[in-house]
């Protein structure tokens, strides 16, 4: 791709600012650069840029997919109106919070435990991590199937095994209004512990042994060594951890789609379920945009408020 | 990794007073947890070569007796194949992984390495975008495949596959740690702009490209969310999409094929981390810890 034309250019064109020792001191044509990034900025606009400027022009309308592209009709702030007045927007709000409020924090302190176990020198160190970690690198199908079966509330293990056990009435799971979503938390936590544990474990690893040493010969003992001197180092690896995980929990709709499809009842409908099904079960793409939009709203708010409680905290900011 | 041996060693006799019982203790109690995380997955293959009748007998009979191979006889060549899922997933994790390695690494480098006019402006929108979560964009990506007549074609999946926000942020990340001298001393030989990328930079990034195919190829292997927005026909669907054929058409009666279904899934994806694990790790825990 254009070897030939641009052999020329190199050397003198580094003489605007020759003392700058800094990368930008040499500048490339124009047209090299821009063909360099030229097939990844096309994808770039026409897969995301136009799609999420149309996604946010969506949602001021009203457009049923059946009518095509005529169909579409300007109807401003309408959509927005009815979603704060639709119940089942707010109960799908509580359900996310819920959802991704008791996911997140509950695989980050698994999370950060387990990486402490693993970063003593246990028997078994490079297996155990493996094993931690296939639940999140299987896709979340397989492991829906597994669980499906194994939480099945008549013939599946678990409730057959508790019922050995001697409990009498064993909940129904991801069939129950009541333990549906709590059985959703549970798998999310399940897969997602393995990974937060090796980014955690990596981050230990990382940390300059000194600082324990130093803790240690000042006589701190282990949980005054965790928190005076490891959780502060650990702050910018727990924000990262928070905000990418907040932002697959609360916008991803796999699982649920799979698991339970929203029900029994809506018991399971948390956000990302309820804009997937007005936009692809009910085809009101508008409506199902201006969820999206709403959603997206809330994680940056929520981002925003974690990226404040870390400054201040962390060691090294 | 490098300073490790050193920490662990000094780590190591200090606490060589500590008792052996409580590193045996601790070792235990993590190996029974692990049990809680692999068990599901012995009992998913163990399953798959049971019959349905035997799947859910309790206690859980390790293994299967009779073995019933038969499963993934059914599974591989019957109405719904998983021999066509597995098609369909190769043809769009191949290309689409492909494709992202050369489109990110090119702009990956330029956007670190060279410098004209209009790259800041570009790569701030880049920046911008970054965190909007793909979610949102499926209601446009969807209408405007099907404007395009490109719905329920296997496209919809490679096309957008093919550029990647994470992998260009990636490779910029580890091309701007890169010595600029070492593109300057080829230019002054009389290399082109192409043959310093191709040639200089590249060869660099190997581990950092290795580490992005693996990243998104248990990304692309496992999405289930696009294909189920995307596809309808079933003969189109991908290895995830395919999966849940085996629960939805006999309403969980067919337990074994479902677990042999799943087994054959996981099998590509397990190989393929376990041989590359460390990088895999690697290149996450750098996404991580910037």
Same mark, same amino acid.
């Given at each position: 791709?254009?070897? !030939?034309?641009?052999?020329?250019?190199?050397?003198?064109?580094?003489?605007?600012?020759?003392?700058?020792?800094?990368?930008?001191?040499?500048?490339?044509?124009?047209?090299?650069?821009?063909?360099?990034?030229?097939?990844?900025?096309?994808?770039?606009?026409?897969?995301?840029?136009?799609?999420?400027?149309?996604?946010?022009?969506?949602?001021?309308?009203?457009?049923?997919?059946?009518?095509?592209?005529?169909?579409? !009709?300007?109807?401003?702030?309408?959509?927005?109106?009815?979603?704060?007045?639709?119940?089942?927007?707010?109960?799908?709000?509580?359900?996310?919070?819920?959802?991704?409020?008791?996911?997140?924090?509950?695989?980050?302190?698994?999370?950060?435990?387990?990486?402490?176990?693993?970063?003593?020198?246990?028997?078994?160190?490079?297996?155990?991590?493996?094993?931690?970690?296939?639940?999140?690198?299987?896709?979340?199908?397989?492991?829906?199937?597994?669980?499906?079966?194994?939480?099945?509330?008549?013939?599946?293990?678990?409730?057959?095994?508790?019922?050995?056990?001697?409990? +009498?009435?064993?909940? !129904?799971?991801?069939?129950?209004?009541?333990?549906?979503?709590?059985?959703?938390?549970?798998? +999310?936590?399940? +897969?997602?512990?393995?990974?937060?544990?090796?980014?955690?474990?990596?981050?230990?690893?990382?940390?300059?042994? !000194?600082?324990?040493?130093?803790?240690?010969?000042?006589?701190?003992?282990?949980?005054?060594?965790?928190?005076?001197?490891?959780?502060?180092?650990?702050?910018?690896?727990?924000?990262?951890?928070?905000?990418?995980?907040?932002?697959?929990?609360?916008?991803?709709?796999?699982?649920?789609?799979?698991?339970?499809?929203?029900?029994?009842?809506?018991?399971?409908?948390?956000?990302?379920?309820?804009?997937?099904?007005?936009?692809?079960?009910?085809?009101?793409?508008?409506?199902?945009?201006?969820?999206?939009?709403?959603?997206?709203?809330?994680?940056?708010?929520?981002?925003?408020?974690?990226?404040?409680?870390?400054?201040?905290?962390?060691?090294?900011? | 990794?490098?300073?490790?041996?050193?920490?662990?060693?000094?780590?190591?006799?200090?606490?060589?007073?500590?008792?052996?019982?409580?590193?045996?203790?601790?070792?235990?109690?993590?190996?029974?947890?692990?049990?809680?995380?692999?068990?599901?997955?012995?009992?998913?293959?163990?399953?798959?070569?049971?019959?349905?009748?035997?799947?859910?007998?309790?206690?859980?009979?390790?293994?299967?007796?009779?073995?019933?191979?038969?499963?993934?006889?059914?599974?591989?060549?019957?109405?719904?194949?998983?021999?066509?899922?597995?098609?369909?997933?190769?043809?769009?994790?191949?290309?689409?992984?492909?494709?992202?390695?050369?489109?990110?690494?090119?702009?990956?480098?330029?956007?670190?390495?060279?410098?004209?006019?209009?790259?800041?402006?570009?790569?701030?929108?880049?920046?911008?975008?970054?965190?909007?979560?793909?979610?949102?964009?499926?209601?446009?990506?969807?209408?405007?495949?099907?404007?395009?007549?490109?719905?329920?074609?296997?496209?919809?999946?490679?096309?957008?596959?093919?550029?990647?926000?994470?992998?260009?942020?990636?490779?910029?990340?580890?091309?701007?740690?890169?010595?600029?001298?070492?593109?300057?001393?080829?230019?002054?030989?009389?290399?082109?702009?192409?043959?310093?990328?191709?040639?200089?930079?590249?060869?660099?990034?190997?581990?950092?490209?290795?580490?992005?195919?693996?990243?998104?190829?248990?990304?692309?292997?496992?999405?289930?969310?696009?294909?189920?927005?995307?596809?309808?026909?079933?003969?189109?669907?991908?290895?995830?999409?395919?999966?849940?054929?085996?629960?939805?058409?006999?309403?969980?009666?067919?337990?074994?094929?479902?677990?042999?279904?799943?087994?054959?899934?996981?099998?590509?994806?397990?190989?393929?981390?376990?041989?590359?694990?460390?990088?895999?790790?690697?290149?996450?825990?750098?996404?991580?810890?910037?």
């Amino acid at each position: 791709m254009a070897v !030939d034309t641009v052999t020329a250019t190199a050397p003198p064109a580094a003489a605007p600012q020759p003392k700058r020792r800094n990368r930008r001191s040499r500048r490339t044509p124009t047209r090299v650069g821009w063909l360099f990034i030229l097939p990844n900025v096309l994808g770039f606009v026409a897969f995301t840029l136009i799609p999420l400027i149309a996604g946010l022009g969506i949602a001021f309308t009203d457009w049923n997919v059946v009518s095509g592209l005529s169909g579409i !009709d300007f109807v401003g702030l309408k959509n927005f109106q009815v979603l704060l007045t639709d119940t089942k927007f707010w109960e799908s709000v509580l359900r996310t919070l819920f959802f991704a409020g008791i996911t997140v924090p509950g695989t980050m302190i698994l999370g950060v435990l387990l990486a402490l176990a693993l970063n003593r020198d246990v028997p078994g160190k490079i297996a155990l991590r493996t094993i931690f970690f296939i639940p999140h690198i299987v896709s979340s199908i397989a492991v829906g199937m597994v669980w499906l079966l194994l939480l099945n509330p008549q013939s599946g293990v678990v409730n057959l095994g508790l019922g050995r056990l001697g409990v +009498s009435d064993p909940p !129904d799971w991801l069939v129950s209004q009541t333990w549906g979503l709590p059985s959703l938390v549970l798998i +999310s936590i399940w +897969s997602g512990v393995g990974y937060c544990a090796i980014i955690y474990l990596a981050a230990l690893q990382s940390m300059p042994p !000194d600082l324990l040493e130093a803790a240690k010969l000042d006589g701190a003992n282990a949980f005054q060594r965790f928190t005076t001197v490891i959780w502060p180092a650990l702050m910018p690896t727990t924000t990262f951890l928070a905000v990418t995980m907040l932002i697959s929990h609360s916008q991803g709709f796999g699982l649920i789609a799979f698991l339970t499809g929203g029900g029994p009842g809506d018991s399971t409908t948390v956000l990302s379920y309820y804009m997937y099904s007005e936009g692809f079960q009910f085809y009101r793409f508008g409506y199902a945009a201006a969820i999206g939009v709403m959603s997206f709203i809330g994680v940056l708010i929520l981002t925003a408020i974690l990226w404040r409680f870390q400054k201040g905290r962390g060691l090294y900011t | 990794m490098s300073s490790r041996p050193v920490a662990l060693s000094r780590a190591h006799r200090r606490r060589r007073t500590t008792t052996l019982v409580t590193k045996i203790g601790s070792g235990a109690g993590l190996w029974a947890l692990a049990a809680l995380f692999i068990l599901p997955f012995v009992w998913m293959l163990s399953s798959s070569l049971k019959r349905n009748i035997d799947v859910f007998a309790v206690p859980v009979r390790w293994i299967p007796d009779p073995v019933q191979w038969s499963n993934y006889v059914e599974v591989w060549l019957g109405d719904q194949s998983m021999l066509r899922y597995f098609g369909n997933s190769l043809l769009v994790t191949g290309v689409s992984v492909t494709g992202d390695l050369i489109t990110a690494s090119m702009a990956g480098y330029a956007f670190a390495l060279l410098s004209f006019k209009g790259r800041d402006k570009v790569f701030l929108i880049y920046l911008a975008t970054a965190i909007v979560p793909y979610q949102l964009l499926l209601v446009p990506r969807f209408m405007f495949f099907q404007q395009l007549g490109l719905y329920d074609t296997l496209w919809a999946l490679i096309l957008p596959g093919i550029f990647t926000l994470f992998g260009t942020f990636l490779l910029r990340q580890f091309f701007i740690a890169c010595p600029p001298e070492l593109g300057e001393a080829a230019r002054i030989d009389g290399a082109g702009e192409w043959a310093v990328f191709w040639r200089v930079y590249l060869p660099q990034a190997k581990p950092m490209l290795a580490a992005l195919a693996i990243i998104r190829f248990v990304g692309s292997w496992n999405d289930y969310e696009t294909p189920l927005v995307m596809l309808s026909d079933e003969r189109k669907y991908t290895v995830p999409l395919g999966l849940t054929q085996f629960i939805d058409a006999e309403g969980g009666l067919s337990a074994g094929l479902a677990m042999a279904a799943s087994v054959s899934s996981v099998i590509p994806i397990l190989i393929v981390f376990l041989i590359f694990q460390r990088q895999f790790v690697a290149a996450l825990a750098h996404a991580g810890l910037k």
